[in-house]
């Protein structure tokens, strides 16, 4: 298995990134609340290292909530403002602009923050509920927003969306099949069989007793059948990813907090 995505409107966004920072009194970095480790890249982190920060660790609702309080305290502890959102929730993206209230140092009459993350994490959601409109384009697909882009937010914050950045090359193996999962990379980019199999041998090791069948099972259930009978594993795999990425089959977080340092 090979999942790998750095297409050239990423390399020359973050370029965009780097002069824009200057220009900014706040970085929200959007995290997948499931993947609060592979869901970062350090490139970010290294670029936004002297300004405000808020971590915002989006899509609560299908990760374990233990698990995200936890993470929450160990961003905490690392001197970040850190929050749990659901990021199709009004009152749940409400804390973010509470969140940039608090951090914020305005050098000038409006405050401005650049809204960072990976692919698929949900930045453009959480714009579009801050300015309650549909004003940043949003897809459950990776690779949707491709420029950066202002919006005013009422009364006194303007906000930067950016394209979600990915690191060049995704080295280690857990986190390519994680982050395929999750979304943060297009469906094109992976053998969907693959990231089936290795998202269930994660339940199987580590939440013993879920009901989360195998792609096998999952298929055969759903009638996934070609031609004279057999299975369509191919075509199942596509379904059995949405499936598990919706929290169908429960909610998970594949790292906890004490697998490695946060930054």
Do not use: C
């Given at each position: 298995m090979s999942?790998?995505w750095?297409p050239?409107?990423?390399?020359?966004?973050?370029?965009?990134?780097a002069e824009?920072?200057?220009?900014?009194?706040?970085?929200?970095?959007?995290?997948?609340?499931r993947?609060?480790?592979?869901?970062?890249?350090p490139?970010l982190?290294r670029?936004?290292?002297?300004?405000a920060?808020?971590?915002?660790?989006n899509?609560?609702d299908?990760a374990?909530g233990t698990i995200?309080?936890?993470w929450?305290e160990r961003f905490a502890?690392a001197g970040?403002?850190?929050?749990?959102?659901?990021?199709?929730?009004?009152p749940?993206v409400?804390r973010?602009a509470?969140?940039m209230?608090?951090?914020?140092?305005?050098e000038r009459?409006?405050?401005?923050a650049?809204v960072?993350g990976?692919?698929?994490?949900?930045k453009?959601?959480?714009?579009?509920g801050?300015?309650?409109r549909a004003?940043?384009?949003?897809?459950?697909?990776a690779?949707?927003?491709?420029?950066?882009?202002w919006?005013?937010?009422?009364?006194?914050?303007?906000?930067?969306d950016t394209?979600?950045i990915?690191?060049p090359?995704i080295?280690?193996?857990d986190?390519?099949?994680?982050?395929?999962?999750?979304g943060?990379?297009p469906?094109?980019?992976f053998?969907?069989?693959a990231?089936?199999?290795s998202?269930?041998?994660?339940?199987?090791a580590?939440?013993?007793?879920?009901?989360?069948p195998d792609?096998?099972?999952?298929?055969?259930?759903r009638g996934?059948?070609?031609?004279g009978g057999?299975?369509?594993?191919?075509t199942?795999?596509?379904?059995y990813?949405?499936?598990a990425?919706?929290?169908?089959?429960g909610?998970?977080?594949f790292?906890m907090p004490?697998?490695?340092p946060?930054?």
């Amino acid at each position: 298995m090979s999942v790998q995505w750095y297409p050239g409107h990423m390399a020359k966004a973050m370029r965009r990134i780097a002069e824009y920072v200057a220009l900014v009194d706040i970085v929200v970095e959007v995290i997948d609340a499931r993947v609060p480790r592979a869901g970062r890249n350090p490139a970010l982190d290294r670029l936004t290292r002297n300004r405000a920060r808020v971590i915002v660790l989006n899509r609560e609702d299908l990760a374990d909530g233990t698990i995200t309080r936890r993470w929450l305290e160990r961003f905490a502890a690392a001197g970040f403002e850190a929050i749990a959102t659901d990021g199709r929730a009004q009152p749940s993206v409400k804390r973010v602009a509470e969140a940039m209230k608090r951090v914020g140092r305005r050098e000038r009459g409006r405050a401005r923050a650049l809204v960072v993350g990976l692919p698929n994490s949900g930045k453009s959601s959480i714009i579009n509920g801050l300015l309650r409109r549909a004003a940043a384009k949003t897809e459950d697909r990776a690779g949707v927003t491709r420029q950066l882009q202002w919006f005013r937010l009422p009364p006194d914050i303007e906000v930067m969306d950016t394209p979600g950045i990915l690191v060049p090359k995704i080295a280690d193996a857990d986190a390519q099949w994680k982050l395929a999962l999750v979304g943060a990379v297009p469906l094109t980019r992976f053998d969907p069989e693959a990231i089936a199999e290795s998202f269930h041998r994660w339940v199987d090791a580590h939440v013993p007793g879920a009901a989360v069948p195998d792609l096998a099972a999952f298929a055969q259930a759903r009638g996934f059948a070609r031609r004279g009978g057999a299975i369509d594993l191919h075509t199942a795999a596509r379904v059995y990813l949405r499936a598990a990425g919706d929290g169908l089959f429960g909610r998970f977080s594949f790292e906890m907090p004490d697998d490695a340092p946060t930054a």
